[in-house]
Protein backbone atom coordinates (compact mmCIF):
# COMPACT_ATOMS: atom_id res chain seq x y z
CA UNK A 1 0.00 0.00 0.00
CA UNK A 2 1.59 3.03 -0.91
CA UNK A 3 2.03 6.53 1.56
CA UNK A 4 -0.78 8.12 -0.36
CA UNK A 5 -2.90 5.04 0.40
CA UNK A 6 -2.20 5.06 3.84
CA UNK A 7 -3.35 8.88 4.36
CA UNK A 8 -6.31 8.59 2.60
CA UNK A 9 -7.25 5.49 4.78
CA UNK A 10 -6.48 7.10 7.85
CA UNK A 11 -8.66 10.29 6.51
CA UNK A 12 -11.34 8.18 5.74
CA UNK A 13 -11.35 6.22 9.51
CA UNK A 14 -11.43 9.50 10.82
CA UNK A 15 -14.10 10.74 8.55
CA UNK A 16 -16.17 7.46 9.37
CA UNK A 17 -15.77 8.52 13.62
CA UNK A 18 -16.15 12.03 13.46
CA UNK A 19 -19.19 11.60 15.11
CA UNK A 20 -17.92 9.34 18.33
CA UNK A 21 -15.22 11.70 18.31
CA UNK A 22 -17.60 14.46 18.83
CA UNK A 23 -19.48 12.53 21.57
CA UNK A 24 -16.19 11.59 23.08
CA UNK A 25 -15.17 15.62 22.79
CA UNK A 26 -18.49 16.76 24.98
CA UNK A 27 -18.29 13.65 27.50
CA UNK A 28 -14.87 14.94 28.02
CA UNK A 29 -15.90 18.43 28.52
CA UNK A 30 -18.65 17.53 30.85
CA UNK A 31 -16.04 15.88 33.25
CA UNK A 32 -14.30 18.66 33.12
CA UNK A 33 -16.76 20.96 33.67
CA UNK A 34 -17.47 19.00 37.21
CA UNK A 35 -13.95 18.85 38.22
CA UNK A 36 -13.48 22.17 37.78
CA UNK A 37 -16.67 22.95 39.66
CA UNK A 38 -14.89 20.95 42.42
CA UNK A 39 -11.66 22.62 42.27
CA UNK A 40 -12.49 25.75 41.71
CA UNK A 41 -9.77 27.19 44.06
CA UNK A 42 -6.70 25.43 42.21
CA UNK A 43 -5.45 27.01 38.63
CA UNK A 44 -5.44 23.84 36.91
CA UNK A 45 -7.90 24.68 34.63
CA UNK A 46 -6.37 28.23 33.11
CA UNK A 47 -6.73 29.70 29.80
CA UNK A 48 -4.41 27.46 27.08
CA UNK A 49 -1.65 29.05 25.74
CA UNK A 50 -1.86 30.77 22.33
CA UNK A 51 -0.43 28.97 19.58
CA UNK A 52 0.81 30.18 16.38
CA UNK A 53 0.93 29.28 12.71
CA UNK A 54 2.69 30.86 10.12
CA UNK A 55 1.29 30.44 6.46
CA UNK A 56 4.81 29.42 5.35
CA UNK A 57 4.44 26.39 7.94
CA UNK A 58 4.97 23.08 6.49
CA UNK A 59 3.29 19.98 7.86
CA UNK A 60 5.71 17.28 8.92
CA UNK A 61 3.79 14.62 7.00
CA UNK A 62 3.69 16.72 3.64
CA UNK A 63 7.53 15.73 2.87
CA UNK A 64 6.90 12.05 3.27
CA UNK A 65 3.99 12.18 0.60
CA UNK A 66 5.55 14.76 -1.71
CA UNK A 67 6.65 13.79 -5.25
CA UNK A 68 10.41 13.52 -5.66
CA UNK A 69 10.52 15.97 -8.14
CA UNK A 70 9.32 18.40 -5.70
CA UNK A 71 10.97 17.40 -3.60
CA UNK A 72 14.56 18.57 -5.50
CA UNK A 73 12.65 21.50 -6.64
CA UNK A 74 11.95 22.66 -2.97
CA UNK A 75 15.96 21.75 -1.96
CA UNK A 76 17.68 23.93 -4.77
CA UNK A 77 14.67 26.75 -3.60
CA UNK A 78 16.25 26.16 -0.24
CA UNK A 79 19.86 26.70 -1.86
CA UNK A 80 19.18 29.40 -3.63
CA UNK A 81 17.54 31.52 -0.34
CA UNK A 82 20.48 30.65 1.39
CA UNK A 83 22.79 32.40 -0.92
CA UNK A 84 20.43 35.41 -1.29
CA UNK A 85 21.95 38.25 0.80
CA UNK A 86 19.75 39.60 3.55
Known sequence: MSRVQEIHGGFRQLVENLGRLFELEQERDNILG??????????????????????????EWVGDVAFPALTELQAERDLLDSKMPT
Open 34 to 59: VMQSATRQLLIFGQPGAISIESTDTP
